[in-house]
């Protein structure tokens, strides 16, 4: 296992990019502290969704660039810069796709060396799962899947000190896995449809949720997410979650359904390799709260899981953190591995 918090006290710089939000922040590598997190809206797919992905990819690494560079200028003692990266990253640091921020386009990105010539630090670059998965590898007792419910679907499993990836960076993309075969189904920010990130991310219950609403408008009616607006254009996330909190139950339906899909991938990477601990973070699932490990475990019971009791069961998924630190303090533990080499200027899943 890792040493986690290093031995020099040196000052690492982390950023945490998905499909809406930036983050950065100040890790301590000898206190194991994250302080100072600033937040800004991504450039990306969510802002501009008429833009090509080229111009998309333009965008987001001039608003990393600056971003950080504002920020450095206010940490002089940083020698290194953790990026977490929605995206599948290669052992070189290689972003080779990046859906839910610059769509289905675009060519595969060495953001670490574009960055390092940019900000003249050290860059380590990574998936933003894996860095969660560095997260919770500091508590977790046994092997387990780190699963997010954000703008988009992701996971990695972490067992027997490592991340489970191949030196190419894939691996751990379950959003990308093909649920809804029908021609008509939901479409993915990657081009296809029917992926599973297209039905139970964020940004999929939010489409789904106003499919649902002008397929069935009476039950819509009778639901709070019609009040103040009866327009289901005007639903928002935010709202949704809450109306699963209250118990809607439209939005519950909606959210029941699409959490079918997740707990028959999380019963196929059980069935696979036997990981039985699951820990979802993310966006949506921390504003739902704990409905969404309740309503989850019981779309669990129902597909089954191969000789498992229900009690055990019941125990194999919780929530994460209720925060969206998961990257920022993965990165931190991560990129602390290298503080030792200064000199190297990227490194992809670890």
């Known amino acids: ?100 921020i610059w769509g289905g386009g675009g060519e595969p990105l060495n953001v670490g060396e574009i960055l390092t010539r940019r900000l003249g630090r050290t860059v380590v670059v990574a998936n933003d799962m894996t860095a969660a998965a560095w997260r919770y590898a500091a508590t977790e007792t046994e092997g387990f899947c780190v699963v997010t419910i954000s703008s988009g679907i992701g996971n ?23 649920v809804d075969p029908r021609p008509d189904a939901l479409p993915c920010d990657c081009g296809g449809r029917g992926h599973l990130g297209a039905v139970a991310s964020g940004r999929g219950l939010l489409a789904a949720a106003r499919r649902a609403a002008d397929e069935h408008p009476d039950r819509f009616a009778g639901s709070a997410l019609a009040r103040p607006s009866a327009d289901p254009e005007a639903m928002t996330c935010e709202a949704l979650a809450e109306a699963v909190r209250e118990e809607d139950a439209f939005a519950t339906d909606v959210l029941c359904e699409a959490l079918r899909y997740l707990a028959l991938a999380i019963s196929c ?5 036997g990981i039985r601990r699951y820990v979802v973070i993310g966006g949506f699932a921390v504003a739902v709260g704990e409905p969404i490990v309740t309503h989850l475990t ?14 055990e069961v019941e125990r194999m998924v919780r929530l ?10 993965g990165m931190g533990r991560l990129a602390s591995r290298n503080l030792a080499d200064v000199q190297l200027s990227t490194v992809g899943e670890r």
């Open 1 to 100: 296992m890792a040493d986690w918090n290093g031995s020099d006290g040196a000052t690492v710089v982390v950023a945490d990019i998905g499909g809406t939000t930036l983050r950065i922040g100040r890790w301590d590598a000898a206190t194991g502290r994250l302080d100072d997190v600033t937040r800004h809206a991504v450039d990306g797919l969510g802002r501009y969704p008429q833009e090509p992905s080229e111009r998309l990819q333009s965008r987001v690494l001039a608003q990393l660039g600056d971003r950080l560079a504002d920020y450095l200028s206010t940490c002089p003692e940083a020698r290194v810069v953790g990026v977490s990266f929605a995206g599948p990253v290669d052992e070189r640091g290689m972003v080779l796709a990046a859906p839910t």
């Open 156 to 178: 990695k499993v972490f067992r027997d000190g490592d991340v489970l990836v191949h030196p190419l960076g894939y691996g751990g993309e379950l959003g990308h896995w093909l």
């Open 269 to 273: 990477v059980y069935t696979a390799i």
């Open 298 to 311: 019981g779309q669990l019971r129902a597909v089954g899981c191969f000789g498992l009791d229900a009690g």
């Open 320 to 329: 994460g953190a209720p925060d969206d630190d998961h990257g920022l303090i």
